[in-house]
Structures are given as C-alpha cells and as structure tokens.
C-alpha cells in the first residue's frame, strides 16, 4: 500500500488522526518529532516519553537543532525513505512537497477550532492557544518558504484529499481519510 502523508497547521488533528488511520489499516506511524527523537538518541540523548521535548534535555537538543537545518534536512530523508518503502502513515509538515510517493492528505480548520483542540489538548487557557497558534502559522510559513520555498497553508496543490476539520470530530475525519484511501490507494508508489 502506498505511504499516507498527513499534513496541516498546527493543531489540526494531524496526530489523532494518523494513529486512527494507522490502527484501520495495520500500518506503522511516523512523524517527524519522532525521527528527530531517533536522532537525539543517535546523539546520546535519551529522549522518552510525549513531554520529553519539554525537559531539560529535549530543549538542549531543540537548541542545538535550530542552530542547523542539517536535522530537518536529515528529518526530511528519513521520511522520504519511510515514503518511499510504503505501508505507513506519515504526518509532516513539509513531506507532501517533497514526496513522490504516497497519498497526501491536508486537514484544515480555522484558528478558533484548533485553539479549542489544543486547549482542550494541553488543559490549558484558549486565548493563549489562539496566540501559540498565530506564532506558530507565522513562523511555519516563514521557515518553510525559506528553507523550501513552500507556501505552506497556502499551497495545496500536492493534495489528493482536503479535509476541513472545523466541526466534526478526529474519527470521523479519520473515517473520510479511511475511504478515500480505500478507494484510491492500493497502488504502490
């Protein structure tokens, strides 16, 4: 079965949503917070655990990260391979543009529902998530039209599907997910 690449805006539902895809189907998950973990480890970190990137350590490494793009660069050939290989869901930001391979899927939806996702997410205030959210659309769109010369959240021409996820909940948007990859993926490439 061909890779399934999950991309959107922070807070989207992109995480949820590729596990649920994942357990539908049998396949493995792979993001990129999850390569760079394999490659802090390949440093000698020993990176565990969801909050990990929020200990002492995991900033150390995050640090060091921004001072290269080397590790997204790194980050991104892992994922291709993974791509490449098939039989997994993938969530990225930037892997629909590089990629060849898979079925890309974009999940969309407006600041106000990701907020309240991600309040809901991190037990926290949904102003100050409306405000990590608006940093956050910046900055992705200013690092990856730099880097890549991708007009990420604006761009989705690499898309197969475009599901809008203001107003239905994670299972159902992974169940649109589910029949279209049902219907359009039994490819390998």
């Given at each position: ?53 929020d ?16 590790f997204?660069?790194?980050?991104d ?10 039989d ?19 999940l ?10 991600m309040?809901k ?69």
């Amino acid at each position: 079965m061909n890779a399934i690449i999950v991309s959107g805006m922070p807070a989207v539902g992109k995480t949820t949503v590729s596990k649920l895809l994942g357990d539908a189907l049998g396949l493995k998950v792979a993001g990129g917070g999850d390569v760079l973990k394999e490659m802090a480890a390949e440093e000698g970190y020993t990176p565990g655990g969801e909050d990990w990137w929020d200990t002492e350590e995991g900033i150390e490494f995050l640090k060091k990260r921004k001072r290269s793009a080397d590790f997204d660069r790194e980050v991104d050939e892992r994922l291709l391979k993974k791509a490449k290989a098939g039989d997994v869901v993938i969530t990225s930001y930037t892997l629909p543009w590089l990629s060849d391979y898979g079925i890309k899927i974009w999940l969309s939806g407006s600041v106000e529902s990701r907020a309240s996702r991600m309040a809901k997410r991190d037990r926290t205030d949904e102003q100050k998530c409306r405000e990590i959210i608006a940093i956050r659309d910046r900055e992705n769109y200013e690092i990856y039209k730099k880097h890549y010369r991708i007009e990420f959240g604006r761009d989705f021409k690499p898309f197969h599907l475009i599901i809008d996820t203001d107003d239905i909940d994670e299972r159902r948007v992974a169940a649109i997910a589910l029949d279209y990859v049902k219907n359009h993926g039994k490819g390998s490439g």
